[in-house]
């Protein structure tokens, strides 16, 4: 039935690069990275309709502002039961924080599920309104993002300074 819904998009300017946006009537789909592993061309059977997604863009614009920490949008990610589980979870690692795989894994009751967990976040259809990019490895270092390490670590340093109050650097005054 997911296969004869209308499907809409637009794409925004970003600080990590251009955005695709895609929409049902049921809510926000997937967003596209213009750059990354996971890049996905507008389809021919989408039809661009900026007005059903200016909801998502404007959260989105305010996101990157740093004037807005939760998303409050329609979603209607696609995937298994289990994908589903870990994308949701997402949502719940709060603005500004990170958690490991093996956390997640925990949160979703699948302790052992690393590896799953970890392919489940890197399937995330809705990067940045469902957070994978908050999941780091458990020493602490970052892991693969489909919109490659550089946007990770941007959208990562953009939460800190925003959840720490640090809007300009901590050395902005020292220059």
């Not at 908050?134 to 925003?162: M, Q």
Request: charged residues 20%; hydrophobic residues 40%.
């Amino acid at each position: 039935m997911s296969g004869t819904h209308a499907l809409w998009y637009d794409e925004m300017p970003s600080p990590v690069g251009m955005l695709r946006l895609v929409a049902d009537e049921m809510g926000l789909r997937e967003i596209w990275f213009e750059r990354g592993s996971h890049r996905k061309a507008a389809q021919p059977h989408w039809l661009r309709a900026p007005e059903s997604l200016a909801a998502a863009r404007r959260q989105l614009e305010e996101y990157f502002a740093g004037t807005r920490q939760q998303f409050d949008l329609a979603l209607h990610p696609q995937g298994t039961p289990f994908q589903l589980a870990v994308w949701w979870e997402l949502a719940r690692i709060p603005y500004g924080g990170t958690i490991s795989y093996g956390e997640l894994a925990r949160r979703i009751g699948q302790p052992l599920a690393m590896r799953a967990v970890g392919a489940a976040n890197g399937r995330n259809p809705l990067p940045i309104v469902l957070p994978c990019h908050r999941v780091i490895g458990a020493d602490g270092s970052l892991t693969g993002f489909g919109g490659g390490l550089p946007t990770k670590r941007y959208l990562l340093s953009l939460e800190d300074r925003i959840a720490h109050g640090d809007l300009f650097g901590a050395n902005a005054l020292a220059k």
